[in-house]
């Protein structure tokens, strides 16, 4: 019963290299859905595009695209999901961090939201599962950010005024 099931796609497999190759990109395309469900829950807002900032340890999570520039994780929010939803997916696919959304920490001219994001894990582990967009990614200190590439001009300085603000604020605020 089992080898007669398999026979079609026996047959599907010996027609040459390009039908082993579709199969092998549908059998990756289905493990990298494997996403953790959205930890955020209070009122949703919408955006065309969002990411996270994640302090871990006083260092800012970013990743590296294939570009070559760094900025936080985030990019485009899918149909019916909420901006702060697209922020911690975004995270988890291009660095493998699971976080939780929380605030908003700035909404940009092209309408992108960021947002504070929490780690789930306790030591948070970059790890890349789309080499093809995400070049590199990790945490890093404020003072770091003067010899990184960013994405877009001024970003390194606006975000190592975000992140010193953020750091302030967690110090005078009992947790």
């Keep these: 019963m089992v080898l007669s099931a398999l026979r079609p796609l026996n047959s599907f497999m010996s027609k040459g290299p390009l039908r082993i190759s ?7 395309l ?3 859905d494997q996403r953790p469900t959205c930890n955020f829950s209070e009122v949703e807002d919408s955006a065309p595009s969002a990411g996270c900032m994640v302090l871990w340890e006083g260092k800012l999570l970013l990743m ?3 570009g070559g520039g760094f900025s936080p994780p985030g990019g485009s929010v899918d149909s019916g999901e909420s901006a702060q939803c697209a922020a911690e997916r975004e995270t988890w696919e291009e660095t493998g961090i ?3 959304a ?3 920490v700035r909404e940009f001219a092209n309408g992108f939201r960021l947002y504070s994001c929490e780690p789930v894990q306790t030591s948070p582990e970059v790890k890349i599962s789309r080499p093809w967009e995400v070049h590199g990614a990790d945490f890093y200190t404020p003072e770091q950010f ?3 590439n960013w994405r877009f001009p001024d970003q390194g300085l606006l975000m190592a005024e975000m992140v010193k603000a953020k750091i302030i604020d967690a110090k005078r605020s009992p947790q």
């Design 146 to 148: 003067i010899d990184l």
């Design 98 to 100: 699971e976080v939780r």
């Design 64 to 66: 590296q695209g294939q």
């Design 22 to 28: 579709v199969v092998l990109s549908l059998a990756l």
């Design 102 to 104: 929380s605030s908003m």
């Design 30 to 32: 289905m493990a990298c």
